[in-house]
């Protein structure tokens, strides 16, 4: 049993903690929402309403659940007794000076986030966790390779207990996507959803025609829709907007398809060793989604909101990430490459040029050597978050 990893965002949820009654932790199973409140808070309470006993007794007998479960209070898996926010709010109307009194956490975000903001609007701060981040694991002294940290991914799991990544992805993937998500989208077609999945990892970089998919799959656009929100609403999937604003040139509008978790993609993708991954075909896409994921996980640690997009014009320039931060924005390149080129940087030249707002870029690359070349920054992947401030 390897020790556990301090997470970054643990000082934020600290601090909301001291500035409102409730706090609520969504992100993906597993990622270490439990561990990390349990650690934070010690002294609360604690109930799990994945365990049947304690859920009836929370949708049947909300009183006597309170007071079984007194406050200060962590309940994990809140979205399965979402009844429950309305007695949170008027327990917490009768005394509003008392802070982190109920620290909430969730697996879903599509109905859940709805609800906690009709019935907690203004009295709890809402975060983010998502599996480790490369920071993290890089002051933990835990820095694997680009192939191992591709096949490997970020579960707190894997760096926990000596399980072989490929059984935690299938477990992962029978438990939670088959069973929750497939329940939550009503799926009757178990093959076609599969499919639909396994496409998407096969696309991740790629902007994602729905028609295209559905004529592959034999399943409408408008179900492969309505599964994509299903699954980006269960942190399965995420999806990465263009930036189009007065540019002045024909853009991409569609956005593009990444996964939460690089090593479920990788996964799905049928790579069941490090070995694989340098002469897989999806290697430049899971990279790709290894760094992107990592910046939205420096925002989510931080408590902000994230301002990030995707650049592409209809000439084909275009820049993997764009990063918006006061004003300004950061064209970031991403590169499976261990070797670096000075061709990396062209596009990022250009895109400089089209708006002032557009500062020098950066290229974030699987070598060790980093440099500036150009104007551009060149980092090697582990330093993504270092990027962003």
């Known amino acids: 049993m390897a020790s556990y990893i301090e997470r970054v965002i643990e000082s934020t949820v600290v601090e909301v ?68 926010l309305s007695y949170i709010q008027i327990a917490v109307d009768e005394d509003r000076s008392r802070k982190g009194r109920f620290i909430l956490t969730g697996s879903a975000q599509m109905d859940l986030r709805a609800a906690v903001s009709q019935s ?15 920071a993290e694991l890089q002051v933990a002294g835990r820095l694997l390779d680009r192939d191992e940290q591709l096949y490997r991914g970020l579960m707190p799991a894997l760096y926990e207990e000596d399980i072989p990544p490929s059984r935690v992805y299938s477990n992962y ?21 599969e499919t639909f999945i396994k496409l998407l990892a096969g696309r991740i970089g790629q902007i994602v025609n729905m028609n295209d998919l559905a ?5 409408s656009s408008t179900t492969l829709s309505q599964w994509l929100g299903v699954l980006e609403a269960s942190f399965i999937v995420f999806r990465l907007q263009p930036y189009f604003e007065n540019f002045g040139k024909r853009l991409i509008k569609s956005p593009k398809v990444y996964f939460t978790e690089p090593g479920l993609a990788a996964y799905l993708l049928g790579i069941r060793d490090a070995r694989q991954v340098g002469a897989h ?7 790709e989604n290894l760094v992107i994921v990592e ?3 420096a925002f989510y640690n931080r408590g902000e909101d994230t301002q990030l997009y995707f650049f592409r014009d209809s000439n084909g320039l275009e820049a993997d990430l764009i990063v918006g931060d ?57 330093n993504t978050a270092s990027l962003l401030g």
């Not at 929370?58 to 479960?69: G, K, T």
């Not at 993937?173 to 959803?193: G, I, K, M, P, S």
């Open 215 to 219: 004529g592959a799959i034999g399943v």
């Open 326 to 382: 006061g004003g300004k924005l950061l064209p970031i390149e991403i590169k499976a490459s261990r070797t670096f080129s000075p061709e990396f940087c062209k596009g990022l030249v250009k895109i400089r040029g089209l708006d002032p707002k557009i500062q020098n870029g950066a290229v974030v690359y699987s070598g060790e050597r980093e440099q500036d070349f150009q104007g551009c920054r060149i980092a090697n992947f582990r």
């Open 17 to 84: 903690a001291t500035q409102y009654p409730v706090v609520t932790i969504l992100g993906p199973r597993q990622s270490g929402k439990t561990t990390l409140v349990k650690k934070t808070f010690p002294e609360h309470s604690y109930v799990n309403l994945e365990l049947p006993d304690d859920r009836v007794l929370a949708q049947e007998d909300p009183h006597s659940f309170f007071r079984r479960y007194p406050e200060p209070l962590i309940i994990d898996e809140i979205q399965r007794v979402p009844s429950l």
């Open 120 to 134: 907690l609007a203004g009295r709890t701060a809402l975060l983010k966790l998502l599996p480790l981040s490369l």
């Open 295 to 297: 910046a939205y996980k």
């Open 281 to 287: 075909p999806g290697l430049g896409g899971l990279f």
């Open 173 to 193: 993937y029978q438990t939670y996507v088959e069973r929750d998500v497939r329940q939550v989208a009503n799926v009757r077609d178990l093959v076609a959803f």
